[in-house]
């Protein structure tokens, strides 16, 4: 852990002259270079050693020759004595008095100086507390705290002013000057944060949102302590802030310079866009969330990454215009401008939009009226079948086949359907067929297909079928009626002088004969055998008429039922093609 949190103290903190060389912030001159050959032949007999005054937490103490000839050299330095000067403790704490504190500035143990120097050392020790409390809730916290004790430290004008006085009594050559001061104090609170801003830029590396949301929203509450917390925030997101822009700038420009400009390549470029725009969704949607997590909703860096994105789905919005997709094109600048809202972005992409929609609006009208087309062409050919060779048109005497009437006129093809009748006397008797077809000139036609009959052609049809199977069985049944009442009308026959009913019915005699009864007297056995042969023979007759009848009109409906079922497989299309057609009208 301590490892761990050493890797996010500053330089300025872990190589500190005043802790290299384990002197007090207020030491001479003459004290540092003492302490300096100390530490040289500490250092040379392999004596040093780590105490409690080198506070652990800042890391590692170096102390080799070359760290110890630099320390004294920063301290030789005037702005870079006053910066190590702020960064260390005045208060040195004394070992052998059971760690009492003890102050060894020049102003006086009571004086302004002390009390100043004691406000600076427990801003200070808060500050390095906070490097030992991590960077989850409490970390964050801490820092915080810390942070606006040191900036209430570093606004009081006496902590200042002990400052330079122990540059100016310490013997150094040259001193500090009050510019050199006024620079640090401008900058302390900064310095004071650096631990906290490479924890930041680290969590953002590692894509640690949660570290980073944390720092983020540490360094909002702090804003109120000066315009540092600001240009910290934004140090810490803009390397994420960059790296997003340029992924956008990437995919926009890879689109845009696929896309082809020429006549023919809308199909193309359509490919192109998609492609383009699959990336958005899946490379640049996600990297802006992740941007947006870490920022404040109203921060000027996120208002920079949603200005980007908008305009990356903008530009691939533009491209699609060269896909002949202007609905798409329309869709997404909305989107975009969506995106880019409260921000400069937003007047380029209504611009564009506003160009697009004219476009839109014409694509719109020619898309439906090209579909309203196809469901036309559809209803028209859509039934068609191919023929191998035109139907014949002759008529002798009246007599034959002719085509009558016109509807579904096509004015690209100038075809039409129309049926073809069996006619007598040229009056239509029944449809036989329906075909689309060109009147080349006169009775001349160009058949371009078959259709199938119409619901009102089958009715005719139908009702024709039915006339004529009604014809067919009345010339059957109408002779079997007569054949029957011949067949039982009486019959007389004479036998001698006296007549008989051969039906058995009394009968009298046409010259006043003796009526007898038909159970007395008896036909002769010629007669019987010649009534019993014709009644046989009609009968064999009829049977033979009636199987006939039967058996056309078994043909009849056999070439009927695929008439039927084709009607009917039309008549659902058309429902169907009629249905689709309100849904787009609508």
């Not at 409390?133 to 002990?162: N, Q, T």
């Not at 009308?489 to 004479?494: A, G, I, L, V, W």
Request: one cysteine or more.
């Amino acid at each position: 852990m301590e490892g761990e949190l050493a890797m996010f103290v500053p330089d300025g903190l872990r190589a500190n002259a005043y802790r290299v060389l384990r002197l007090s912030a207020d030491a001479t001159l003459s004290e540092i270079h003492k302490a300096a050959a100390s530490m040289r032949r500490e250092a040379a007999l392999g004596l040093a050693k780590t105490s409690k005054v080198d506070i652990s937490v800042l890391g590692k103490v170096p102390r080799t020759e070359a760290d110890i000839r630099t320390a004294v050299g920063r301290l030789s330095n005037p702005a870079l004595r006053l910066n190590d000067r702020v960064f260390w403790f005045h208060v040195a704490r004394k070992q052998e008095n059971h760690g009492a504190p003890a102050f060894t500035g020049m102003a006086g143990p009571l004086g302004l100086s002390q009390k100043a120097a004691r406000s600076h050392d427990k801003a200070l020790r808060g500050l390095f507390a906070a490097f030992a409390a991590g960077l989850d809730d409490f970390g964050a916290e801490a820092w915080v705290r810390a942070l606006r004790v040191w900036h209430k430290m570093v606004s009081d004008d006496d902590y200042w002013a002990l400052v330079l006085d122990l540059d100016e009594r310490g013997g150094f050559e040259p001193i500090g000057l009050p510019s050199d001061l006024d620079a640090l104090r401008g900058d302390a609170l900064r310095l004071a944060a650096d631990g906290l801003i490479m924890a930041g830029r680290d969590a953002l590396v590692r894509r640690d949102a949660s570290i980073v949301s944390r720092i983020v929203a540490a360094l909002e509450e702090l804003a109120d302590t000066g315009p540092w917390a600001a240009i910290a925030l934004k140090d810490i997101a803009s390397p994420a802030v960059e790296q997003f822009q340029a992924s956008c700038r990437a995919v926009c420009e890879e689109c845009s310079s696929n896309i082809g400009r020429e006549q023919d390549a809308a199909e193309r470029n359509r490919t192109i866009c998609d492609a383009a725009l699959e990336r958005f969704r899946g490379e640049i949607e996600p990297a802006l969330n992740e941007v947006i997590q870490i920022l404040p909703p109203d921060h000027e860096l996120a208002q920079q990454a949603h200005e980007e994105a908008a305009l990356c789905l903008s530009s691939i919005a533009t491209d699609y215009t060269w896909a002949d997709d202007f609905i798409t094109s329309e869709q997404l600048h909305e989107e975009a401008l969506e995106l880019a809202k409260d921000t400069l972005g937003a007047i380029r992409i209504e611009d564009r939009l506003a160009q697009v929609r004219d476009s839109v609006r014409k694509q719109r009208a020619f898309g439906l009226a090209q579909v309203r087309d196809s469901v036309r062409k559809q209803r028209v050919f859509g039934a068609l079948k191919p023929i191998s060779s035109a139907p014949s048109l002759n008529t002798i005497n009246g007599v034959g086949f002719r085509l009558y009437g016109n509807s579904d006129y096509d004015a690209e093809t100038q075809s039409y359907a129309t049926t073809r009748y069996f006619v007598a006397l040229f009056i239509p008797i029944f449809p036989v067929g329906r075909y689309r077809v060109v009147d080349v000139s006169g009775n001349r036609y160009r058949f371009l297909g078959k259709l199938p009959l119409r619901k009102g052609d089958r009715w005719h049809l139908s009702i024709v079928v039915v006339a004529i199977v009604a014809i067919v069985l009345s010339s059957l049944i109408i002779p079997s009626q007569d054949a029957g009442f011949s067949s039982t009308s009486p019959r007389r026959s004479s036998y001698g002088r006296e007549t008989y009913d051969v039906s058995g019915a009394p009968s009298t005699s046409t010259e006043g004969s003796t009526t007898v009864s038909g159970d007395t007297a008896e036909p002769q056995p010629a007669q019987q055998r010649s009534y019993d042969h014709s009644r046989t023979t009609e009968l064999d007759g009829l049977k033979s008429r009636i199987e006939a009848g039967r058996s056309q009109i078994s043909i009849l409906e056999a070439h009927l039922q695929p008439v039927s079922d084709e009607l009917k497989g039309l008549d659902t299309d058309i429902r169907a093609l009629d249905s689709e057609l309100r849904s787009l009208e609508r």
